[in-house]
């Protein structure tokens, strides 16, 4: 569904990506994980034409797709939680979700839509005249989810959905994630937390100061020596 | 019809719906400001009432890019210049009627802001502001050094015979009262129905956190060009009643930087982003400015913007959300009040 073939990004002058290339095939979920500045944040940046590539492809649905401005990107079934959710804080719970569903523009779809969400998270559903501002941090992160799932998007990029999240919503969260992935969308996740993000994925790639240095399952990553070492303390 | 539905949904949950504003507050206030002219008969006090309701528009008009949209301009002198110009021109060079040259003036004010806006928006908070001060100073200096508009000396406006149709009016100000009653209610129903539409959404979605915007496919670029052009359309038509009403246009009235200031000054006083604030705002600002005028003739120049000044670091500090902000806090606690008694009942 998704390749992304030896993209290279850079802030301002300093390199961020050298070389990455993965994919992300239809129905699973894939995870980034990685310490802190590997780049992971950078590569859906990238992705959702936040950040423009200075070489690479990204081919979405066998379309090339770095070059587009974001709101293309969003039209074509890519949505982006970004890291830290970036909610309308002024705006209530059911107005930052009808920003979501700004690229459908048919009412009737909107509508379902906005009832699969509720049947997820019926917290939202409970506030939403709330001011999103208001909410708890781990109904900010569902809010979040919400509002990208709005555009009824066939990929859903989420990043670092867990942090700052009390830890028993933790479990819930991937529960979700899970979910969201049963019900036919595909997910690419970027998460520091290695451990549950590799239990939930199909697939798995370990970033590296902008290269990935490891692939494989979630499953085979868990079991390497290498990833237990470095990122599970074990 | 399932966006009804969805409208419902937000408006059925429990919202603090305060006072009745719209229904009975806003027509007694419409009613009063529509029997002003004849209750004050003093020139003087037309004249004041006109130029609050000028100042109000200015403001409300700037509150649709700067309020809702979160992009504050400083070069708003602009767009209200150009649709002065526009106008005047019209009529001076080509005879052509003030009210075809307001819409002209409006639409010439649209593509200018269009112009500058397109690669202004590239830009984000300070560095936006400070294009808008510069654009509009090239603007001033354009105009200063344009013969064919009248250079630094401006351009009178032909005394014609009053009435509607030429758009002036000597032997009382009143009509002209009504005209720009008029326009602010234009405008203020613009930002209504604005404020209340997805649009409304989208530009406080933009104003709130830009990235997050267009994260969610939002072409934020487009609604701010949008907002702009709104904007300057509402300023351009307020500058072609401004040199209908002084009839003598130069760059020193009509583009000036002060201008802009005070543009920008009546709807962050009285509450940017909110529909009453700018009208609030230049209810305020602009009497104080003609009393201390009247009143302390040639020193009142320096003493208005020195109470503006203080009047702006009171807001600064108690309610930086404007004085609106203060008025709703008083209001939704007198509703309260009111749900507690009719309960009791």
Known sequence: ?234 | MADTTLTEGAAGAPARKPFPLAGVAVPLLALALLAYPFVFRLPFQHNLMILVFLYASLGQAWNILGGYAGQSSLGHAAFFGVGAYASSLLLVKFGIVPWVGMLAGGLVAVALSLLIGYPSFRLKGHYFVIATIVLAEIIYILFTNWPFAGGAEGLFLPLLPEGVVNFEFHSSKIPYYYIIFAILAVVTTVVFFVERSKLGFYFRAIREDPDAARSLGIDITRYKLIAMALSAFFTGVCGTFYAQFVLFIEPNNSLNFMLSVLIMLIPVFGGSGTLWGPILGAFILIPLSEFTRVYLSGAGRAIDLTLYGLLIMLVAIFEPRGLWAVVTRFRSRETLKWRFWKSQV
């Open chain 1, 1 to 234: 569904m998704l390749q992304v073939n030896d993209i290279f990004v850079a802030y301002g002058g300093t390199p961020a990506l050298h070389g990455v290339s993965f994919e992300v095939p239809a129905g699973q979920i894939v995870s980034i994980v990685g310490s802190n500045g590997a780049g992971k944040s950078t590569i859906l940046r990238a992705i959702s034409g936040m950040l423009k590539p200075t070489r690479g492809v990204i081919e979405f649905l066998g379309e090339p797709i770095q070059r587009f401005p974001a709101f293309r990107i969003v039209q074509r079934g890519i949505a982006h939680v970004p890291e830290g959710r970036r909610l309308f804080s002024k705006l209530s719970v059911f107005e930052n979700l009808l920003v979501g569903a700004y690229t459908k523009k048919s009412p009737t779809f909107r509508q379902k839509t906005l009832e699969q969400i509720f049947s997820i998270f019926p917290r939202l559903k409970e506030r939403q005249s709330q001011r999103a501002g208001t909410l708890s941090g781990g109904e900010q992160q569902m809010l979040a989810i919400g509002r990208a799932l709005m555009s009824e998007p066939k990929l859903l990029m989420l990043d670092e959905p867990s942090l700052g999240i009390m830890p028993v919503l933790v479990d819930r969260l991937f529960d979700v994630i899970k979910e969201i992935n049963q019900s036919g969308i595909t997910v690419l996740l970027v998460e520091q937390n290695v451990q549950r993000s590799l239990e939930i994925a199909h697939r798995a790639y370990v970033l590296q100061t902008g290269e990935i240095v490891l692939r494989g399952t979630g499953q085979e990553l868990l079991a390497s020596e290498q990833v237990r070492g470095a990122y599970l303390g074990l």
